[in-house]
């Protein structure tokens, strides 16, 4: 490989939540291990990697010029987006009118919900569900009404659409949020199910939300299918948001766009969006996507494909072997991973509680599964050099899981 995917990086004291918050005290925080073993961070959702070389050297470029002033979006930005669509995704017809900025997905999400909803009203939500559309929601006075994803034959995840149908009905349902790739359970829709799912919201007239932050890590042998790029009346009644943050590990950075076809919805959103006086970008936000989206940034987002999938298939065929009772719905994007371990709680006479401190003990930080609506579930984040993922697992077998 051209980029680094199995050096250690110490991240200690470089502003990462992911190692230090490990021991402290607060609303994002996590135990220390015991004595003689190291942290292996698998909780926070961002990568253990250091990204593609462009963007720091875009970001110091910028940096060089003593003046920090006022700005405005460049060409060179929104072409950098339409280029990275055109060969991502195939997508032939965007341009700059349909792209507007966002602090960040969340936020994004509550505009969107403020355009289409009124206060109090109900919206769709697959689950398990991602934590923070459940905190934004409440937040801000939505109402969540849930649809389970339910298990195939092969044991795949898939939406339930008669209980999708029934709950818009019940309901009166106008807004639903689709996350795709899913996050945390790690399906990638293939197109027919996105057909059904956007035929269904068309029958009812229900406005989509689309968060698709993680639509460019997906694992060997899968496809990102833009919601929008299903039909005409998709386009129109989607809105969709996107990031190089998730993908090339910007969080810190601030900064996420979306894109929307339909002018009326555009011209609300733009609105909504300014309300606050606070949705502007930091000019090295700027430049770092600029320096994300360069040719090097889909070599390296190759690579790091490629290590996430090698990384994935050692996590699951590992678990199959040697976990007994611990059930998952293999991911095919994202590099989260979410275990059920109803069974083997069950089997060994556990709560999740003492099988999450027995992994923390042993420096397997891992992340309470029932934020995301799984009642005796496991968030494990395996972006991480294959090294510490086989470290992880050794442990977890030698202390937790046996």
């Given at each position: 490989?051209?980029?680094?995917?199995?050096?250690?990086?110490?991240?200690?004291?470089?502003?990462?939540?992911?190692?230090?918050?490990?021991?402290?005290?607060?609303?994002?925080?996590?135990?220390?291990?015991?004595?003689?073993?190291?942290?292996?961070?698998?909780?926070?959702?961002?990568?253990?990697?250091?990204?593609?070389?462009?963007?720091?050297?875009?970001?110091?470029?910028?940096?060089?010029?003593?003046?920090?002033?006022?700005?405005?979006?460049?060409?060179?930005?929104?072409?950098?987006?339409?280029?990275?669509?055109?060969?991502?995704?195939?997508?032939?017809?965007?341009?700059?009118?349909?792209?507007?900025?966002?602090?960040?997905?969340?936020?994004?999400?509550?505009?969107?919900?403020?355009?289409?909803?009124?206060?109090?009203?109900?919206?769709?939500?697959?689950?398990?569900?991602?934590?923070?559309?459940?905190?934004?929601?409440?937040?801000?006075?939505?109402?969540?009404?849930?649809?389970?994803?339910?298990?195939?034959?092969?044991?795949?995840?898939?939406?339930?659409?008669?209980?999708?149908?029934?709950?818009?009905?019940?309901?009166?349902?106008?807004?639903?949020?689709?996350?795709?790739?899913?996050?945390?359970?790690?399906?990638?829709?293939?197109?027919?199910?996105?057909?059904?799912?956007?035929?269904?919201?068309?029958?009812?007239?229900?406005?989509?939300?689309?968060?698709?932050?993680?639509?460019?890590?997906?694992?060997?042998?899968?496809?990102?299918?833009?919601?929008?790029?299903?039909?005409?009346?998709?386009?129109?009644?989607?809105?969709?948001?996107?990031?190089?943050?998730?993908?090339?590990?910007?969080?810190?950075?601030?900064?996420?766009?979306?894109?929307i076809y339909h002018p009326w919805l555009r011209d609300r959103m733009k609105k909504e969006c300014s309300l606050s006086h606070y949705n502007d970008m930091n000019v090295l936000s700027m430049h770092a996507l600029i320096g994300a989206y360069k040719p090097e940034g889909h070599?390296?987002?190759?690579?790091?494909?490629?290590?996430?999938?090698?990384?994935?298939?050692?996590?699951?065929?590992?678990?199959?072997?040697?976990?007994?009772?611990?059930?998952?719905?293999?991911?095919?994007?994202?590099?989260?991973?979410?275990?059920?371990?109803?069974?083997?709680?069950?089997?060994?006479?556990?709560?999740?509680d003492q099988l999450q401190k027995a992994g923390y003990d042993v420096g397997v930080v891992w992340q309470d599964g029932r934020d995301f609506g799984g009642p005796c579930h496991i968030r494990l984040n395996l972006a991480l050099p294959l090294s510490r993922v086989e470290e992880a697992f050794s442990r977890l077998e030698k202390y937790?899981?046996?």
């Open positions: 490989m051209k980029y680094d995917f199995t050096t250690i990086m110490d991240r200690r004291g470089k502003d990462a939540s992911a190692v230090d918050a490990i021991g402290k005290t607060g609303p994002m925080s996590m135990p220390a291990p015991k004595e003689g073993f190291d942290p292996i961070p698998m909780w926070v959702a961002d990568m253990n990697f250091p990204t593609v070389p462009t963007i720091t050297e875009a970001i110091i470029r910028r940096a060089k010029h003593p003046a920090f002033g006022y700005f405005a979006l460049t060409d060179e930005y929104f072409d950098s987006i339409i280029r990275w669509h055109q060969a991502r995704n195939g997508i032939s017809d965007l341009n700059r009118e349909c792209i507007g900025y966002q602090n960040g997905v969340l936020g994004g999400v509550v505009s969107a919900l403020n355009v289409l909803c009124s206060k109090g009203d109900h919206v769709l939500l697959h689950s398990p569900t991602y934590i923070g559309f459940t905190m934004s929601l409440k937040n801000n006075g939505y109402a969540i009404v849930h649809s389970p994803l339910v298990k195939d034959k092969n044991g795949m995840m898939r939406m339930d659409y008669e209980d999708m149908e029934k709950k818009i009905v019940e309901n009166q349902i106008h807004a639903t949020i689709l996350c795709s790739p899913h996050n945390p359970c790690g399906r990638v829709w293939e197109k027919w199910e996105l057909e059904k799912a956007m035929d269904l919201f068309r029958k009812y007239d229900v406005y989509v939300i689309s968060d698709e932050i993680w639509s460019d890590i997906i694992l060997n042998g899968y496809k990102h299918i833009p919601t929008q790029s299903v039909s005409e009346d998709a386009k129109k009644r989607t809105i969709a948001f996107y990031a190089p943050s998730k993908t090339f590990n910007l969080a810190g950075l601030v900064g996420s766009y979306h894109i070599v390296w987002l190759d690579e790091l494909r490629q290590t996430i999938t090698a990384n994935v298939n050692f996590a699951t065929d590992y678990i199959k072997n040697h976990f007994p009772g611990v059930e998952f719905s293999r991911p095919q994007g994202t590099y989260m991973l979410f275990l059920d371990c109803s069974k083997w709680c069950g089997e060994h006479g556990k709560t999740i937790v899981f046996c």
